[in-house]
């Protein structure tokens, strides 16, 4: 086997690290989707549903990629397969979430009490978040596709 690279302890100890943090912000993103859902009229229901599914979807997400990092840490392909796995399914999730955000924020802040322009500036903020979540996925697939770190890991 190849000596370890950099970049597998990296993204080992990253992956470890926002698994546990991002899983754990998730879990709680559950509780406060399902108890919105049980206080919002009509409309935003279906809106706090999906968001409920998509927590908990990110915290699946979150123990794969925690996993992924155990493993790259051990040296085993199996990590940076399941970091790769974590890479496309985020991604995936990322545009689910965006998409919901889409349709569904629009109708939310529409109905908020509060100006226009706070309105809008809450929104430009959540859009914001939702690209800056693409980042992180992105880099994971660009350095866990490179030669050098699959070498290591075989």
């Not at 915290?59 to 974590?86: D, F, K, N, P, Q």
């Not at 109905?111 to 226009?116: D, H, L, N, Q, V």
Request: net charge positive.
């Amino acid at each position: 086997m190849a000596p370890q690279t950099k970049a597998s302890k990296v993204f080992g100890i990253l992956n470890i690290v926002f698994g546990v943090i991002c899983g754990g912000c998730s879990g709680f993103g559950i509780f406060a989707n399902l108890g919105a859902l049980a206080l919002v009229p009509g409309d935003l229901k279906t809106y706090f549903l999906i968001m409920s599914i998509i927590s908990g979807l990110l915290i699946l997400m979150y123990i794969l990629l925690l996993v992924g990092g155990i493993g790259l840490l051990m040296s085993r392909t199996w990590g940076r397969t399941l970091s790769l796995v974590y890479g496309v399914v985020a991604i995936l999730l990322n545009i689910a979430n965006l998409l919901a955000q889409t349709v569904f924020v629009p109708v939310s802040l529409s109905t908020s009490s509060g100006s226009e322009a706070e309105a809008i500036g809450r929104g430009i903020g959540m859009m914001i978040a939702m690209v800056v979540m693409f980042i992180y996925p992105i880099i994971v697939l660009v350095f866990m596709s490179k030669p050098n770190v699959k070498a290591a890991l075989k």
